[in-house]
């Protein structure tokens, strides 16, 4: 289950904070193994879940968690920036 901090309605897409607080990409509401990771990273000696060749569940990238959002608009532009943190 999460709450939508951010979605396009054209595009179909929504970021969601699941209720462990990381950004998943999914439909609110949804159980965290259906939402796509926002943000991962992948370093070396840090390891990663089994995925098949993506690169998704890697162990830095489950440690995100949401810390804030804005929007800008620079005259026909839209920018959402989201942060994260590790706790």
Do not use: C, K, N, Q
């Amino acid at each position: 289950m999460g709450s939508r901090i951010w979605s396009h309605p054209a595009l179909g897409l929504h970021a969601v904070v699941d209720a462990a607080g990381a950004v998943r990409l999914g439909e609110p509401g949804r159980d965290r193994g259906s939402l796509v990771p926002l943000v991962e990273v992948t370093a070396t000696g840090h390891g990663r879940m089994w995925s098949g060749e993506r690169f998704v569940e890697t162990v830095i990238g489950d440690r995100l968690t949401y810390r804030d959002h804005e929007t800008v608009r620079d005259g026909t532009a839209t920018v959402r920036r989201s942060g994260s943190r590790t706790p």
